[in-house]
């Protein structure tokens, strides 16, 4: 999901703190809509019965922090990266310890890049608002085929046997993985309300671990129940100083099965945080 448009936002955070976000570059009009939108998404994660979920920061690596990053995804221990905004959307290979891209192949510039997610040989990979996805040859990034979709296009993870994708709202849907045709939906809550902008997803050990836009929080959800079963504050991840260098919001999950970390980012952050997850995953 973007954050390059429209209009403030003014999100209520659990605690009683107020934080304006600026949610783009366009006209400054009132967004009634949107705020409450965010303010319901903020309230519900970590109110209740719902746990937070305790991580320890390992380490940090550099992150270009040109990249609007749209999607992540670690497999074999190479880095996917998927960037948007209109003309500088990318496909790229990244290597992790140094930030450098090693490989990256560019969106024809109508089109704005959204998540993506690696499945055996091939990268799918959504875009925002054009109803166009492609699929990618995963060696050598030659686009092999483009699909069209309902609805927007957020974030995108794989349990194995489906494609899991998020479209803004509550609701997850799965795909097949060869045909891209849906084969099922599931509206994400917790105590009973339903959780919306849902963005950037990654599965972990049979849960769905997903951005809540355009908040610094990670929900855990059930994929049978869409039920949310924890939380992650990641706000403290930037320092103050980083924050105020034009950073946009959290938006990037990929985990490393060799390790079990996450690895944390966001659009136009200068580092991919590397976390340990304590207690069960």
Request: contains cysteine; charged residues 20%; negative net charge.
């Amino acid at each position: 999901m973007t954050l390059d448009v429209r209009r403030p936002v003014v999100l209520a955070l659990t605690g009683g703190l107020v934080l304006a976000i600026a949610c783009g570059a366009s006209a400054p009009s009132p967004a009634a809509d949107g705020a409450q939108a965010a303010s319901s998404s903020a309230a519900l994660v970590g109110g209740g019965a719902v746990p937070a979920l305790p991580y320890d920061v390992v380490r940090s690596h550099p992150h270009d922090p040109g990249a609007f990053t749209q999607g992540l995804h670690l497999v074999d221990g190479e880095l996917y990266e998927g960037t948007g905004l209109h003309g500088r959307s990318t496909l790229r290979r990244v290597e992790l310890r140094s930030g450098r891209v090693l490989q990256q192949v560019a969106i024809e510039p109508q089109y704005f890049g959204e998540g993506i997610t690696v499945v055996g040989d091939r990268i799918v990979q959504l875009t925002w608002q054009s109803g166009t996805g492609f699929v990618y040859d995963r060696r050598s990034f030659e686009r092999q085929r483009t699909f069209a979709y309902t609805g927007e296009g957020w974030g995108l993870t794989t349990d194995g046997a489906r494609l899991i994708m998020s479209d803004g709202t509550d609701t997850l849907r799965f795909w097949h993985p060869e045909t891209l045709e849906e084969v099922g939906r599931v509206r994400v809550h917790e105590g009973g309300r339903s959780v919306p902008q849902l963005n950037e997803l990654e599965y972990v050990n049979g849960a769905i671990y997903a951005n809540v836009w355009p908040t610094d929080r990670v929900v855990r959800i059930d994929p049978a129940t869409g039920q949310v079963t924890g939380w992650l504050d990641f706000s403290g991840l930037l320092t103050p100083t980083e924050r105020s260098r034009g950073v946009d919001v959290l938006n990037g999950l990929a985990y490393d099965p060799a390790t079990g970390h996450l690895l944390v980012t966001g659009k136009f952050w200068p580092w991919v945080f590397e976390v340990r997850l304590a207690g069960p995953r």
